[in-house]
């Protein structure tokens, strides 16, 4: 099972990137997915997650610039982020919870990364 992320960047303040990451490899299905980040120096924060009904929840920082969702038949998870800061800045990494077998629990994977630069 992986998690490819991809679409980061380097954009101007004020612009907009997507975000996105697709599960691959055989899994039953897939509870929450979620995207977090990562800035030099700082510890990695949650920026959205969706669960599998479609309920979203955002941090303060990104409420009403970044947008989340999923595409359940692609196995897939957006990030839309628009009005880019600099402080945006980070290593955005997707996050699936993923139950392998139709009666297991689900567990949590990581995909690898993908760079966002925004400069002022």
């Known amino acids: 099972v992986q998690l490819q992320a991809s679409g980061g960047g380097l954009v101007q303040a004020g612009e907009s990137l997507r975000l996105s990451c697709v599960v691959s490899g055989s899994i039953s299905s897939i509870d929450a997915m979620a995207w977090y980040r990562q800035a030099p120096g700082k510890q990695r924060e949650l920026v959205a997650d969706i669960t599998s009904g479609g309920m979203t929840n955002y941090a303060d920082s990104v409420k009403g610039r970044f947008t989340i969702s999923r595409d359940n038949a692609k196995n897939t998870v957006s990030l839309q982020m628009n009005s880019l800061k600099p402080e945006d800045t980070a290593v955005y990494y997707c996050?699936?919870?993923?139950?392998?077998?139709?009666?297991?629990?689900?567990?949590?994977?990581w995909g690898q990364g993908t760079q966002v630069t925004v400069s002022s």
């Open positions: 996050n699936s919870a993923l139950r392998l077998f139709i009666f297991s629990r689900a567990s949590i994977y």
